[in-house]
C-alpha cells in the first residue's frame, strides 16, 4: 500500500535564488550575452548570435526584476549587471525523500518548454533515453504525477499533480532519481516519466503524495500506477535540463 506524508511544507512554494558572480571576471560578458543567445529567437549560426549578444548585454540590467524575456531566459526574475547577480526562479521537489530546488533550462519538446517556461533545444532529443540507471547513460529520470491529489490547492499537503500546476501555477512536486550527495549517477537531463493512479487506487483513496523514484517504480509493479490513460508506464522520449541546485535535509 501507499505510505502517506503529511508533512509537506514545500507545496506550493514559488522559490527564488540569488546566484552571485565575482565583479570582474574575465566570462562576465560573455554569459550575460550567452543568456540572450539561448532565450532570442534567432540562433541559426553561432557568430551572428555572438555579435546580437554581446550588442544586447548591455541593455540587460533589470535588478528590480520586470526583466525584458526577449533578453533573457524565463526563468530569471532579476538580473543586476552593476552587482553581477542573477536571481532565478527555483522549482521545489523531492529525490529519495528529501526535498530540493532545482532550476528549470531547457526542454526538448516545445509545448514542455511553453509550459515550464524553458528554451526549447530540439538537440536534446538525440539524448537517449530509457536507461538513466545503465553504464554510460547520460540522463536520470523525473517523475511527474497526471492524476495526484489536488483538491484544495495549496492547503492539500498532499498536493502533486502535473494538471494542477497548469491551472494555479504553482509547481507540481515533481521526484528526481539521483542527485549530488545522494547517488553518484547524477545528470541534469531529466528523462521525463508521467505515472498515472488506477481508477481503483483513486475510488479506493489510495493516492497519496510520492516522495522517492523506488516507492513509485514499487507501486507501479504493484498495480496502483500506470503511464498515462492506462498505458505501459516508462519514458515519454522528453528530455528536460534541470540543474540541482540545493538540497534541503
Not at 95 to 112: I, L
Request: net charge neutral; hydrophobic share 35%.
Amino acid at each position: 500500500m501507499p505510505y502517506r506524508n503529511n508533512s509537506s511544507k514545500l507545496r506550493c512554494i514559488k522559490n527564488h535564488l540569488k546566484l552571485d558572480r565575482d565583479r570582474g571576471s574575465a566570462d562576465s560578458s560573455f554569459q550575460l550575452g550567452k543568456i540572450h543567445a539561448l532565450s532570442g529567437a534567432h540562433r541559426e549560426s553561432a557568430p551572428t548570435n555572438v555579435t546580437h549578444a554581446i550588442e544586447n548585454c548591455y541593455k540587460i540590467n533589470f535588478p528590480t526584476g520586470n526583466p525584458d524575456y526577449k533578453l533573457v531566459h524565463d526563468e530569471v526574475v532579476a538580473i543586476d549587471t552593476e552587482k553581477m547577480t542573477v536571481t532565478f526562479n527555483l522549482v521545489n521537489g523531492f529525490s529519495f525523500g528529501r526535498p530540493v530546488w532545482y532550476v528549470s533550462m531547457d526542454s526538448s519538446d516545445p509545448t514542455v518548454a511553453a509550459i515550464e517556461g524553458v528554451t526549447s533545444a530540439p538537440a536534446l532529443q538525440k539524448i537517449k533515453v530509457g536507461g538513466d540507471d545503465s553504464f554510460s547513460s547520460a540522463v536520470e529520470r523525473i517523475f511527474i504525477a497526471i492524476n495526484g491529489l489536488s483538491q484544495n490547492g495549496c492547503k492539500n499537503p498532499q498536493r502533486q499533480r502535473l494538471y494542477a500546476a497548469l491551472t494555479d501555477g504553482y509547481r507540481p512536486n515533481n521526484v528526481l532519481g539521483g542527485i549530488p550527495t545522494i547517488a553518484n549517477n547524477y545528470s541534469p537531463l531529466w528523462d521525463i516519466n508521467l505515472y498515472e493512479w488506477t481508477q481503483d487506487a483513486v475510488n479506493n483513496g489510495d493516492r497519496t503524495q510520492l516522495r522517492e523514484e523506488f516507492h513509485i517504480l514499487g507501486l507501479v509493479e504493484s498495480g496502483f500506477l500506470t503511464g498515462p490513460n492506462g498505458f505501459e508506464f516508462g519514458s515519454t522520449g522528453i528530455i528536460n535540463n534541470c540543474p540541482i541546485v540545493f538540497r534541503l535535509l
